[in-house]
């Protein structure tokens, strides 16, 4: 292997704590610098990054889950979650889940389930005499459905980057989904009986009816874009620019809640937060650029493939790295370096790039819970108001089970792939 210590850099780099993109920026610079490779190639791979349509999704879909969001679609949905499932055992902790469960198909983001609808879910807790680091544990955990729930922004690079069917990628990621939110119920259901929470009384089916009509416009979102593109009708940004002009719509016209300047502020937003992953896409795949360059791939798919040419032994090796690197970089970051590496490897094994996508997106999001980097832990311990290390204390079922449906879905690709294929996705 030639010049490798441009990986050394972006671990020193990471190490003292500088952005990751600006991290793998000045670790790619060294690498050009010192192995003799024309600069002006730098920018020519970061162009090339921007000239793929599929990943206009990305910022759309996240503008559509923040206009929702301003546009008074929350409170109707944690209302409808409340009358639906508040009288079981663990009251506001199964809704604070089952409403992160169709959020999720709004946004698409963890993140911004946590910030956005964390807030009114944490508040209601705390209201209602529940532990603050338990409301905050319940938040982070359940807002791991975000990027798996379609529509899923980590499912649009994925599949910008492999070639794999994004549409494909989304209904593979709803049994996922709905085995997280069933597995995180049964712990909050538990933690409800040893600690006695508050239960609410069974709402009547005209109350639970109710509710469903007030909040019913908005659910259809993940319904119009799922149609839009198992029909042909859209593409994936197609379909992402749909769900934009149906939540301005919504929150605009029918619920009267979207003021202007309240689309301004959120368009400012979106443009930051897209600005910034573009930025990590664009030098994150100048490094994967460099990786295949100096052979990584090869090497490893020759390292591991001398292990074991069982795949699904090669996969939980790499569920194991990567739940470590998750501990310490964002998914964004970590899957756009390592799918050009992994690349030869899963196509030697035969094994299905659906598959795995899912298997990657739902390990990527546990990182969002685990220390030290945890985001999402960060996100409602500061809505909460308590430390970090209260939460950690409170989530670590949560974390077991997300591993445990992590392990069903690897050892298990069926509860991917039965779906998609149902649906003509090969």
Request: proline share 5%; hydrophobic share 55%; with cysteine.
């Amino acid at each position: 292997m030639g010049n490798s210590l441009f990986i050394l850099v972006f671990l020193l780099l990471m190490l003292i704590k500088v952005p990751v993109a600006f991290s793998l920026g000045l670790s790619c610079l060294f690498y050009f610098v010192t192995s003799g490779v024309p600069l002006e190639t730098i920018p020519q791979i970061m162009l090339g990054t921007f000239e793929s349509f599929t990943l206009l999704a990305i910022p759309l879909f996240m503008l559509a889950g923040q206009i929702m969001n301003m546009g008074g679609v929350t409170n109707r949905l944690f209302d409808f979650c409340k009358q639906l499932v508040g009288h079981i055992p663990g009251g506001l902790g199964h809704v604070n889940i089952v409403s992160s469960l169709i959020f999720a198909g709004m946004s698409g983001s963890a993140t911004a389930d946590s910030a956005g609808l964390g807030t009114i879910e944490i508040n209601y807790m705390k209201q209602e005499g529940y532990d603050p680091a338990f409301a905050a544990a319940v938040t982070a955990a359940s807002s791991t459905v975000g990027t798996i729930m379609p529509p899923s922004l980590g499912f649009v690079i994925y599949g910008a980057m492999t070639g794999t069917s994004i549409g494909g990628l989304f209904i593979a990621g709803i049994v996922p989904a709905l085995l997280m939110t069933a597995a995180q119920m049964i712990i909050v259901y538990l933690e409800a009986k040893r600690r006695s929470f508050k239960v609410y009384p069974r709402a009547t089916w005209k109350m639970v009816l109710g509710s469903f009509i007030r909040s019913f416009l908005p659910m259809l979102t993940p319904i119009i874009i799922l149609a839009g593109i198992l029909t042909g009708f859209a593409t994936p940004t197609e379909a992402a620019v749909i769900s934009v002009l149906y939540a301005i719509f919504l929150g605009s016209f029918v619920y009267r809640e979207l003021s202007f300047d309240a689309l301004i502020q959120t368009l400012v937003e979106v443009g930051k937060g897209t600005s910034r992953i573009m930025l990590i896409v664009s030098f994150a795949t100048v490094f994967g650029w460099i990786l295949t360059y100096e052979g990584i791939p090869a090497m490893l798919t020759e390292l591991l493939t001398g292990i074991s040419s069982n795949p699904y032994v090669i996969l939980l090796i790499l569920n194991v790295f990567i739940l470590f690197l998750g501990c310490f970089m964002e998914g964004i970051s970590i899957m756009l370096i390592i799918i050009p590496v992994l690349m030869p490897l899963l196509l030697t094994l035969g094994v299905d790039l659906m598959h795995f996508g899912v298997v990657l997106e739902l390990n990527l999001n546990i990182g969002l819970i685990t220390p030290p980097l945890g985001v999402c832990a960060y996100v409602a311990a500061d809505i909460a108001q308590v430390s970090f290390e209260e939460v950690m204390k409170a989530i670590w079922p949560f974390l077991l089970v997300l591993i445990v449906v992590l392990l069903i879905i690897t050892f298990i690709p069926e509860t991917t792939l039965a779906l998609p294929h149902l649906f003509g996705f090969r």
